[in-house]
Nanobody, 124 residues
């Protein structure tokens, strides 16, 4: 079992930045991938970014590449999502998720563990 707890969401003006955190606990993380997905009201949950815990390989959705950065901190068992240049279209609930294996996947069905989500609201 892996427990995931997100934090860092909130209200920000367009053009601003936020950093989300996902604290992970439970099983060992040597061969695991942690990713972020997001979901707007009435829409499908979509991939944002992910990182393999051991190798550090990353992947990004085209819509956020160049604006968002995913990273991990071994000492804190935490994954971060730094979000810059936010726009109202980024207003969503962001979820941290984990899967076995070290390949970042954009398919939500490949992920086993999910956090409760943290809401991002970007005002224009």
């Amino acid at each position: 079992q892996v427990q995931l707890v997100e934090s860092g969401g909130g209200l920000v003006q367009a053009g601003g930045s936020l950093r989300l955190s996902c604290a992970a606990s439970g099983r060992t993380f040597s061969r695991i991938t942690l990713s972020w997905f997001r979901q707007a009201p009435g829409k499908e949950r979509e991939f944002v970014a992910g990182v393999s815990w051991n190798g550090g390989a990353t992947g990004y959705a085209d819509s956020v590449r160049g604006r968002f950065t995913v990273s991990r901190d071994y000492a804190k068992n935490t994954v971060y999502l730094q979000m810059n240049g936010l726009t109202p279209r980024d207003t969503t609930v962001h979820y941290c998720t984990a899967k076995s294996g070290e390949k970042v996947s954009g398919d939500k069905n490949n992920y086993t563990y999910w956090g409760q989500g943290t809401k991002i609201t970007v005002s224009s």
